[in-house]
């Protein structure tokens, strides 16, 4: 099979999601040296290989051997996108939060209830957002506990990451909305029913952690 493009695609890849050739190979879990003999045409990835590259740039193994990858061609990141959904769902929490402080302005719920239930969960939402997004733009990964850089590899800790930052924000805007809907009409003090709300989304959380490193392995 003739791949006298797959250097030149591998470049374009690299170049066009703003990677390093560091990056670029922690990103599939390989060595920078490995990247670079590619680059210069000295070895060539196996087939394991270059099916990791076309799935995790949603590239065609066709079009990432034979075909033409542009530098301006639309190659999409797909393990970014459960973060770019997060961003507006946690967006939604931030503005809900705001209809809670605005219903404790007009005396309908106590602030204690909004800072403990919709407030830390937001907060705590917004943190693992930011903090995930950090790690992979910038491959911090050994901030995360237990990560290893030889047992663990990148781009499946890179989807476990993704799917946490997703499923915890669609839960923690759930509960914002059901406590809006529970104690947003008429409730004063609620701070117990808060405290419960707030254990439930932390049980939740630790609950979405464990099944997301069941389901996704990283080693």
Known sequence: MDMNQLPDNL???????????EAFAERIGVSRQAISNWERKQSV??????KIIAKEFDVSIDTLITGCVAPNSSISEKGSQPFKYSKYVIISMVLILAIHIFSWYQGKVSIESVIISPGVITMISVIIHLTFRHVVRYNSYSILGGFSDEKD??????????????LNSLFGLAFSVIFFITYGSGAENRTIGSL????????????????VNIKIKSR
């Open 45 to 50: 990835p196996d087939a394991d290989m270059l």
């Open 153 to 166: 590899n990148i781009p499946q800790v890179r989807k476990q990451l993704n799917a946490i930052d997703l």
């Open 196 to 211: 419960i709300f707030l254990g439930a989304y932390i049980l939740t959380l630790v609950i979405i952690v464990v099944c």
């Open 11 to 21: 470049v374009n890849i690299r170049k066009m999601n703003g990677l390093s050739q």
